[in-house]
Each structure stands twice: as structure tokens, then as C-alpha cells.
């Protein structure tokens, strides 16, 4: 059975940091992405940050860029989320996403989420 476990996230202030981690168990992940997503209250789901198996290849959404930073430890199937100078806009329940897509090809796992809270 496959898991995706997020923890690591709390209230802080604005300007503060917050590292996130993903640990997912129950099969190899190998060629996997994985990916942070979050949704605000009231918003649709969004793209943070995403790292492939080879761990050069990261993305992030520009509210992002230069702020947070995506790590990967394949060893131990896990994700970090570093969140540096967070933001009151930052507020969302944040989700890891061990995702496949080949041609033809497509898996998906998901976690439960972790709230991260930015005060003003």
C-alpha cells in the first residue's frame, strides 16, 4: 500500500521559515516527480515546486522563485520544502504529489496535507 505522509508545517510569522517533508513508502518511486502543491481558502489548487528523480530538474511557481527551495533525498523516497521569508499569502494546507507521466502512462499519489499558516 502506498503512502504520502507530509509534515512540518505550523503557524509562523511573516519573514519567517518553515522546512516541509514528504515521505512516501510502498513501492520504488523511481522516475517519479515530486511535486508541492497548495490551496488557500477559497482557492483552487495550485503548483508550488516540483523536483524529478534527477535531481536537477526543479520547477516553481513564480510566487515562489528565490524564496523556497525543493530538495529530494531518493534514498529515503522523500521530499523537502524549504520556505524562506514567508509571506501572509503563503497561507495554504500544502500537499506532496508522487506523480508518473509517460506516454500512455499515468500514476498518481497524493498526501493528506499539512497546514502552514503565515500571520501578518
Known amino acids: 500500500q502506498v503512502r504520502v505522509v507530509e509534515s512540518g508545517g505550523g503557524l509562523v510569522q511573516a519573514g519567517d521559515s518553515l522546512r516541509l517533508s514528504c515521505a512516501a513508502s510502498g513501492r520504488t518511486f523511481d522516475n517519479y516527480v515530486m511535486n508541492w502543491f497548495r490551496q488557500a481558502p477559497g482557492k483552487e489548487r495550485e503548483f508550488v515546486a516540483g523536483i524529478g528523480y534527477s535531481t536537477d530538474m526543479t520547477g516553481y511557481a513564480d510566487s515562489v522563485k528565490g524564496r523556497f527551495t525543493i530538495s529530494r533525498d531518493n534514498a529515503k523516497n522523500t521530499v523537502y520544502l524549504q520556505m524562506n521569508s514567508l509571506k501572509p499569502e503563503d497561507t495554504a494546507v500544502y500537499y506532496c504529489?508522487?506523480?508518473?507521466?509517460?506516454?500512455?502512462?499515468?500514476?498518481?499519489?497524493w498526501g493528506q496535507g499539512t497546514q502552514v499558516t503565515v500571520s501578518s
Open positions: 504529489a508522487v506523480q508518473l507521466r509517460r506516454p500512455g502512462v499515468a500514476d498518481d499519489y
